[in-house]
């Protein structure tokens, strides 16, 4: 029986289990999914913003896979020195692969950038998804307007998340406390700024159109900025998602005055930060953003014009993009934040290291959608299945489960995973919403200790 560790339960692990169990190529595999975390689903469950219940209904696609019969969910597994070893863990399977994502954000690398107020944009969608490690709070608080720095998908995330209402924010999982706070929110101006053009912009189209549709909110698109892009005026040879975008943003520019709204979303392109600054009356917290005006290079790029214009935000959230973080026990190429990889066996000082193999951001670094995923877990189980023959050479414990415990750790197994979700369905009843998520580590741990008999 070949028995491999996939370490991460997000997307990528999942299909990763999927592939191995689903396959006929070796019979008898058996698949531990291991996470830090007590709750699978990774970044479906703490990165999809909570308004986005079909994409976040993918969880009940990844429940399938983990549900099976030769597939175990093992939360509140650590791997590291101070925890798990990686070293014990191989001695545990015949193989492991790392589906660990990327776990930390870009910087801007600019004065001011640590000011109070200013957080990444990780931190703020940890904290409305109530992720345990999140121990930010008050990211609102005394705030009239916000700067989103970055003009991709999560950037429209956190902007739409700022404008809604508490009525359409009431129907989510968001933890009580974040939407209370959201709820007394006075930020009413809100900037989602990006460096380059309108045709270069991230965001898919689906995301950008969402904005238009939030009640009682005004978006407001500067054509001299957009014209600025080149492919502004002729979007013909784009791609078609950049020009859906470029189209739906022309119609913005263009559109007659509104009766004011309570809410204003300002779309702005061509402007770099340069420094964070600190407000007059904002008690050393940040009061603006300084910015660069940028022109394009003619080379894909943006050049500085040495014009500046500082925009108004006691709240600065930065969405510049994912980073891998070195593992214990890896190699770790930092200069591409991934473990160096050959179709997803890791290679180490130039040689592929049996046994070891990752998928997803780690593997690829942090770029696509959750489905690209799908290829790519493809692609490392292809690897593994290859190498079969030779995993199984070498002897493993029966059921690594017995060792894990032997070591101290008490995974929280799929009953206690289901006693989570009845203690957010039951806080929700409660609250008079539907499922609330629980915000930390105690209150998960004591719902997970409450398994069916305990």
């Known amino acids: 029986m070949l028995r491999v560790a996939v370490v991460g339960s997000g997307p990528s692990g999942v299909y990763t289990a999927q592939g191995l169990v689903q396959q006929s190529q070796v019979p008898g595999v058996r698949v531990d999914v291991l996470d830090r975390l007590p709750c699978p689903y990774g970044l479906v469950r703490y990165g ?11 969880q009940n696609n990844l429940r399938s896979v983990l549900e099976d019969e030769r597939v175990r969910f093992l939360g509140g597994v650590r791997i590291g020195p101070d925890a798990l070893p990686a070293s014990r863990l191989r001695e545990l399977y015949h193989a492991v692969v790392y589906c660990v994502g990327a776990a930390t954000d870009r910087h801007l690398g600019v004065p001011g950038e640590e000011l109070p107020g200013s957080w990444s944009a990780t931190e703020f969608v940890s904290w409305y998804s109530a992720h345990p490690d999140s121990a930010a709070e008050g990211f609102v608080l005394g705030a009239r307007s916000a700067v989103v720095i970055g003009v991709g998908n999560v950037a429209v995330d956190v902007t739409r998340i700022l404008a809604r209402g508490t009525a359409e924010l009431n129907p989510t999982d968001m933890p009580q406390s974040a939407l209370t706070a959201l709820a007394a929110s006075r930020v009413t101006e809100i900037s989602m700024v990006g460096r ?60 007659p005055p509104r009766d004011p709204a309570a809410r204003r979303i300002r779309l702005r392109f061509f402007l770099r930060p340069v420094e964070l600054l600190v407000g ?72 592929i290291a049996p046994g070891e193999y990752v998928a997803g951001w780690i593997k690829r670094g942090p770029t696509g959608v959750i489905g690209t995923n799908r290829p790519c877990a493809k692609e490392t189980v292809t690897s593994l299945l290859q190498d079969a ?9 029966e059921d690594p489960l017995v060792a894990l415990r032997a070591q101290g750790l008490t995974p929280v197994e799929w009953a206690g995973w289901q006693a989570i979700e009845r203690a957010e369905a039951e806080l929700g009843a409660s609250l008079g919403r539907r499922i609330v998520k629980l915000p930390d580590w105690a209150s998960l741990l004591a719902a997970a200790a409450r398994t069916a008999g305990a």
């Open 48 to 58: 999809v913003a909570p308004d986005h219940e079909k994409i976040k209904s993918l």
């Open 196 to 255: 380059r053009g309108p045709s270069q912009a991230r965001f898919t189209t689906k995301e950008l159109r969402e904005l238009g549709a939030l009640p009682d909110t005004e978006i407001v698109v500067d054509p001299r900025e957009l014209e600025l892009d080149p492919a502004y005026t002729d979007p013909s040879g784009l791609p078609a998602a950049n020009r859906r975008n470029v189209e739906v943003l022309r119609g913005w520019a263009s559109a």
């Open 280 to 351: 007059e009356e904002t008690g050393g917290r940040v009061g603006s953003v300084r910015f660069e005006r940028t022109v394009p290079d003619g080379q894909g790029g943006v050049t500085g014009t040495g014009r500046y214009e500082d925009i108004d935000a006691q709240l600065v959230l930065r969405s510049v993009g994912y980073r891998g973080v070195p593992l214990d026990g890896l190699p770790f190429d930092a200069r591409l934040g991934t473990v160096p990889h050959l179709a997803g066996r890791v290679v180490r000082d130039g040689a």
């Open 389 to 397: 023959e030779m995993l199984l050479r070498r002897e493993v414990p």
